[in-house]
């Protein structure tokens, strides 16, 4: 059984009277997890907080079993880790290599030589060799996610927190991203937030649900399909009574809840049971 | 299985003073580069030729405005560049990054501050072109308080724009700074021999009290 590199007991963070976390307990060991939840869900909040970037309001957490509210520990932790944050803020007038190499001066890495290997091994990994040259205002929104993932996997981080890091990336990047995630995470602990099922179907060993600053789910990619076995039906007509309908690509319409008449049974999918978890929303509005 | 301390790598036992050094050689490295940087350097050698051309070599007032008034513009690009620089992180969205990284807000500050090194060898550089040239024409030959003045005049603006980065936290306050060294600096041209040593000890002190200043405001503790 793996080491738990995160210990979260009732951690709870307010913005003014909005509580974007509400007593959020969570064990993390090593591999991938992933947190789902729909916008606004506390997931970036949960991130920052694990990035030490943020302090809890309450509650107990500890990294490596280290504190990061003690300044110490929260300097050793940050040694330790790897934040690629939501908006990661680039230089536009750095090149890519200036950007990570700067970065890497941050975490530390003193010896030019050193660090100039490292930035260019990272930059590679990402598949960036060829750009690293390049300003960063010239590269494409799918490069640049490229290089805030180079910058955060410097030093061969033992923890690596990910927001989005999917977003705006082409099939074939987010292949390449799936490739590198797992590589990493054979010996380390990857936290990732995203809002493709699909990655983490594909990638997490562990899901975590998060909604409304609370975590309604905690388990494999298939315990959260599960959630929805029994009751994901293939059907030519919208089903009257389905908590949640939408017409698929070959023109059948996917529901889920209760049967439509002459419906087919089908396995559920990792988003069926999200969607089955968190869909309160309307028919109407999701299957038009 | 509950959490356990996992000792740390030893690799990555750094003393974050460490990373001063080479922070500061980035930062000193694209502060010289910085287009402003360069087209105020260009207007100094211009207005330096020029005052070899008006002025009686022997004139020891305009020998005083060369060592003064053509370092004003370099003086303000240079504040309001390391203003710029200071206020990247603030700037480009990146304050949530750097607040992920084992170097504090402190030590990037110590970076900036160090980096207006490689300001001074280029001032220092000026300087010294234009003490050459004004001797090679048989003119007057400087004490060493006038002849400093001038870069501590670019340490001083240095020191500004990064105190204004770090308590004033908006490009606009540059503009603020540039006004305030030219209502400072307005009694150099005019200053006798004598004055220098006095305008020197005022830049110098200023220079470590706004240096100070930017240190102590380390904003990188946890919200």
Known sequence: ?288 | MSARSIPLPAASRQRPRATVLPLARLEGRRLLRHPLILLAAALLLALDFLSILFFDETDADGYAWSLSVPFMPFAAALLVVVNLAALRGVRDGADELYGSLPTTARTRTAAHLVSLAWALAATALLVALSVLASMSRGGHVPGIFPAITAPAMIALCGALGLALARWLPHSAASTIGVVGLFVLVNGAGSASESRWGLLLLAFVALTILFGALALLRDRSRLT
Not at chain 1, 49 to 72: E, K, M, S, Y
Not at chain 1, 97 to 106: G, H, K, Q, R
Not at chain 1, 184 to 213: I, M, W
């Open chain 1, 1 to 288: 059984m793996s080491v738990t590199a995160i210990e979260i007991v009732d951690v709870e963070k307010r913005f003014l009277r909005t509580y974007a976390l509400r007593s959020v307990s969570l064990d993390i060991g090593s591999g991938i997890t992933g947190f789902l939840g729909p916008n606004g869900a506390g997931k970036t909040t949960l991130l920052r907080i694990l990035a030490t970037v943020l302090a809890p309001d309450a509650g107990r957490l500890r990294l490596f079993g280290l504190d990061p509210a003690r300044t110490g520990d929260r300097l050793a932790i940050r040694r330790r880790l790897g934040y690629m944050p939501q908006e990661p803020g680039f230089h536009r007038h750095f090149t890519a290599f200036e950007f990570v190499d700067y970065v890497a001066i941050l975490k530390e890495m003193t010896d030019r030589r050193v660090r100039h290997d490292e930035v260019r091994r990272v930059l590679e990994l990402v598949g960036l060799e060829d750009v690293m040259g390049r300003k960063l205002k010239a590269l494409s929104g799918g490069m640049r996610r490229r290089v805030a993932l180079a910058q955060a996997l410097l030093g061969e981080p033992e923890l690596v927190v990910l927001d989005e890091p999917t977003a705006g990336l082409d099939p074939e990047q987010r292949l390449r991203f799936r490739e590198i995630v797992s590589v990493l995470a054979e010996r380390r602990t990857v936290v990732l937030s995203t809002h493709q099922t699909e990655d983490v179907a594909a990638l997490c060993e562990r899901v975590v649900v998060l909604n409304e600053g609370e975590i309604p789910f905690v388990g494999t990619p298939s315990e959260l399909a599960a959630l929805a076995r029994g009751a994901v039906w293939l059907a030519d007509e919208r089903g009257p009574a389905a908590q949640l309908s939408w017409r698929t690509g070959e023109g059948r319409h996917r529901n889920i809840g209760s049967a439509p008449e002459l419906a087919e049974l089908v396995e559920p999918t990792l988003e069926d049971g999200y969607l089955m978890l968190l869909g309160t929303r309307p028919r109407e509005e999701v299957g038009r």
